[in-house]
């Protein structure tokens, strides 16, 4: 449940411009939806409205997620696509997976691209971000639904509520998902709201520092959100795991707070990383938005800025071990696709 009533506590003796930048968030926050509002049957119809008929495509990052990837491809078929009509593409990107992954999700009925396989002529790049910008560029549909692979209590509720804004709300660009986080530890004890340790630690008092506009947003670091195509081809895409913070400036940037959403998932659980794995995200994180930083004139660097990670093994043994934690950027797919034609129209002569 997403709380818009912003509890200020009284002693907070805020400046103006504190106060009226919480203003704005809470007048945001009023307007956030809830998953349940729309069933998969009255999206059918919005997306059918005024013969519009726009496509819908859910595209799945997957790295590794032969345990999940599966179930979740198999739900959006039956409920998505079979029982109505509201999914027209189940897109599952292969990011250089050692197991099953590609096999099980096409069994389920995905379709499914290996993320170095989609433009090959560009230098492949890695990561989360280049999975998400090879499957927006592998994708057809007009409305994009990015769903993360490694979902344990994936319901067909994740994509509906995405979709509600963008098909029913003609000023909505994006849409981002919002829920309550479990951290599942390994002996299966349930820790409610303990979950999203990046997201707590890191990235959120990054955004109230620098972009307190986006401070709403419950969880920035989601890996399920939706877009309208022709703004996701107009923003870059950070490599890695910077993706998801380098999307939210951008998008603020580009299309304004008012033209994004947030819709209450409810509980989402997933497959929890080592401590060691999210410092190196978090690192992901931070580069990213030091790069926005640069890019918005508010931070000089007279030098490139370390990007390699030092960590030390938790145990008693304290091997150093050292991360390359750099991130790099995919320039808006439509200019990257409107280069690619001047070339290819270049070499045919
Ligand atoms: O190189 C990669 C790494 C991950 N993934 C997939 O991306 C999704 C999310 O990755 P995961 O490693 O599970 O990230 P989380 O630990 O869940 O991290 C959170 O924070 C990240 C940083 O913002 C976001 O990218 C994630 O979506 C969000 O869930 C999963 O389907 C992965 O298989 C890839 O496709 N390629
Ligand atoms: O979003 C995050 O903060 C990271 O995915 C870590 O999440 P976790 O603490 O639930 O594993």
Do not use: C
Request: hydrophobic share 45%; glycine share 8%; net charge negative.
């Amino acid at each position: 449940m997403i709380d818009d009533e912003l509890q200020v506590y009284p002693h907070l003796d805020l400046d103006a411009s504190s106060t009226a930048t919480l203003a704005r968030v809470r007048e945001w926050m009023r307007r956030n939806r809830s998953a349940a509002e729309w069933t998969a049957a009255e999206l059918v119809a919005a997306k059918r409205a005024d013969g519009a008929d726009r496509t819908i495509s859910v595209v799945l990052p997957a790295r590794d997620e032969q345990e999940t990837v599966g179930d979740i491809v198999a739900t959006i078929r039956a409920e998505l696509v079979e029982a109505v009509p509201l999914v027209d593409e189940i897109l599952v990107v292969d990011s250089r997976s050692t197991d099953d992954t590609a096999k099980v999700a096409a069994a389920a009925g995905a379709r499914v691209v290996h993320q170095d396989a989609v433009l090959p002529e560009l230098p492949p790049m890695s990561g989360k971000g280049e999975a998400l910008w090879k499957g927006l560029a592998a994708a057809q549909g007009d409305l994009i639904v990015f769903i993360d692979a490694d979902l344990r209590n994936f319901g067909a509720h994740f994509v509906t509520g995405l979709l509600g804004p963008l098909l029913t709300d003609p000023g909505v660009v994006f849409v981002k998902g919002g829920y309550e986080r479990p951290l599942v530890t390994p002996d299966g004890v349930v820790h409610r709201g303990d979950g999203g340790r990046v997201t707590e630690l890191v990235a959120r008092p990054m955004i109230n520092l620098y972009w307190p506009e986006l401070a709403g947003f419950v969880q920035p670091l989601a890996g399920e959100y939706a877009a309208r195509r022709e703004v996701l081809e107009r923003v870059p895409f950070v490599t890695e795991y910077g993706v998801e913070l380098g999307l939210l400036i951008d998008l603020l940037e580009a299309a304004g707070l008012d033209a994004m959403a947030q819709v209450d998932l409810g509980v989402r659980e997933h497959r929890h990383q080592s401590t060691a794995a999210l410092g190196r995200m978090a690192a992901q994180i931070m580069l990213t938005a030091w790069s926005r930083l640069e890019r918005q004139g508010r931070v000089v660097t007279p030098e490139p800025l370390n990007a390699t990670l030092l960590q030390f093994d938790r145990d008693e043994r304290g091997r150093a071990r050292v991360s390359d934690v750099s991130v790099a950027e995919r320039p808006p797919l439509a200019s990257v696709l409107a280069d690619l034609a001047r070339a290819g129209s270049a070499d045919r002569g």
